[in-house]
């Protein structure tokens, strides 16, 4: 599986972006889609994921404001972020997990840069 992740920029605080995440290779096989963040200093942290089945999980520093979604046609996955804070800035990564039987794999993109200004 690769992973092409876009759509980081320079942002002002309130606004927005959308961040995409295209996947390759053996996709059928992705079980679980979703977006890290990795401050400088801090450890990267779970943003958001989305299921094969279209179940959602946030981080509760982002939900009410982020949104997960995926195109099954397009093979991508996307983070709509809205009302973006300085406290969101952060390097996004994409991830894709695979499950087979008790064996968890896991595939990283290359990460995009987020940068809120106050």
Sequence with gaps: VQLQAS???LVQAGESLRLSCAASG???SINVMGWY????GKQRELVATITSGGSTNYANSVKGRFTIS???AKNTVYLQMDSLKPEDAAVYYCNALIFRGSVRTSFWGQGTQVTVSS
């Design 7 to 9: 759509g980081g920029g």
């Design 26 to 28: 053996s996709i059928f």
């Design 37 to 40: 963040r990795q401050a400088p």
């Design 70 to 72: 995926r195109d099954n």
